[in-house]
């Protein structure tokens, strides 16, 4: 145990089995991540730069752009109907079934929030509302890591270069219409938004309402919101605690609305969707991630154990934050191993943006158990133990 470490640095606290135990499983799980494929690797998504993305009408070298996918289109499609003024449950079904994208069951459908939001903002509007929602997302986190045990000043600019090439692939254009971009950045600032006071009660009216647009654009964002109705409950903070599970009924019935109009357009000829029941295992979270990442661009030997060393950086960090980012990392990571066909990869950017937060805490992760793990090995620097 590292005595001069912070309160905050959980592995440095270890006793020497259980630190030496989590050492040999983080060892397991970076060199199983190194050699478990990433799929859907031959979608080369080329990401315009930063530039590119604030000036609509620049095209790639040769002057074309890449062809949309065959789902962005059923969105442009369905944008650009809303904008002549029809109902989006008056053709959404329609569309569907001139896609050949199932209808059953009404999963398959997506709610109509996105799409009615982005054909009233226009392709401009979505453009200021990605850049004006990234600066939120940071601006959001420098003031929580501000207030949090681990968030001094030096981390805290390491943790925002982090998290800003989480949240930077925001600004691709291509990807506007894509709804988990929306509902991920969403979560987000939701997440940075959250506090939890000294005696344990939370501050929370501005993150249910970002995260309740989130919900309202993307059925996955769900385990989000239950996930801070248990925290509350947990913290006894029962006021919070019902407002997060009054969100989730209030949703709920929003959803069966949307499954009702959907099945009554159904017809016995429209085939189900394929099975999601993917059981891919650790492939199946770790391309999620990377994936629907700016992590994309490195070669799967690299791009798999940064997942890895982000979750290290999130269960190490012993605070409010840490506590509730690793429990909802490693639940969306156990379901993207059990449920999720190889093409759902884009599920991951509900909370990609966020857990790359977790690198700028993952050096001082390893170094702690490794200290822990044999005391004396490594010389704990007394300058750095409030780092």
């Known amino acids: 145990m590292v005595a001069s470490a912070p309160a905050w640095d959980r592995f ?39 530039v590119e993305n604030l000036a609509p009408g620049q095209s790639a070298k040769d002057g074309a752009e890449r062809p949309r996918d065959d789902d962005l289109v059923l969105y442009d499609h369905a944008i650009a109907r809303i904008r002549k003024g029809e109902n989006y449950y008056d053709f959404i079904v329609a569309e569907h079934r001139r896609a050949n994208y199932p209808v059953r069951p009404g999963f398959t459908v997506r709610l109509p929030t996105l799409a009615y939001i982005e054909a009233w903002i226009g392709e401009p509007g979505q453009i200021v509302a990605a850049i004006v929602l990234m600066f939120a997302v940071l601006l ?55 506090r939890v006071r000294a005696d344990g009660t939370g501050r929370w009216g501005a993150a249910l309402a970002v995260a ?50 959907i099945a009554a ?31 994309r661009f490195l070669p799967g030997w690299l791009a798999g154990p940064a997942v890895v060393l982000m979750m290290a950086g999130w269960a190490n960090w012993r605070s409010p ?45 390893v170094k702690s158990l490794i200290v822990a793990a044999f005391p004396g090995l490594l010389d704990d620097d007394p300058s750095e133990a409030s780092a």
Not at 21 to 34: F, K, S
């Open 140 to 194: 959001a986190w420098w003031r929580r890591l501000g207030e949090e045990p681990g968030g001094e000043q030096k981390r805290r600019l390491l943790t925002l270069a982090f998290l800003f090439l989480g949240v930077a692939l925001g600004l691709n254009r291509y990807y506007f219409v894509l709804h988990e971009l929306w509902s991920g950045t969403l979560l987000a600032l939701a997440f940075g938004l959250h």
């Open 265 to 295: 357009q159904v017809l016995p000829s429209d085939p189900p969707s394929a099975s999601w029941l993917g059981l891919r295992g650790l492939s199946g979270w770790l391309s999620n991630i990377v994936m629907s990442s700016n992590l």
């Open 321 to 365: 934050a840490g506590a509730f980012g690793t429990l909802l990392f490693l639940g969306y990571g156990l379901a993207f191993m059990i449920a999720g066909r190889a093409d759902n990869f884009y599920w991951g950017a509900e909370i990609a943006p966020a857990m790359f937060i977790g690198l700028a805490f993952a050096s001082r992760a």
């Open 12 to 50: 440095a606290h270890w006793p020497v089995l259980r630190a030496r135990l989590g050492l040999l499983a983080l060892v397991l799980l970076l060199v199983a991540a190194a050699l478990t494929p990433i799929g859907e690797r031959e979608d080369k998504v080329e990401t315009k730069s930063f």
């Open 212 to 261: 309740a647009l989130a919900l309202a654009i993307r059925e996955h964002a769900l385990p989000f919101v239950l996930l801070m109705a248990a925290m509350a409950f947990w913290r006894r903070d029962w006021r919070e605690g019902a407002a997060w599970s009054a969100l989730v009924a209030a949703f709920l019935v929003a959803l069966s609305v949307h499954h009702h109009v």
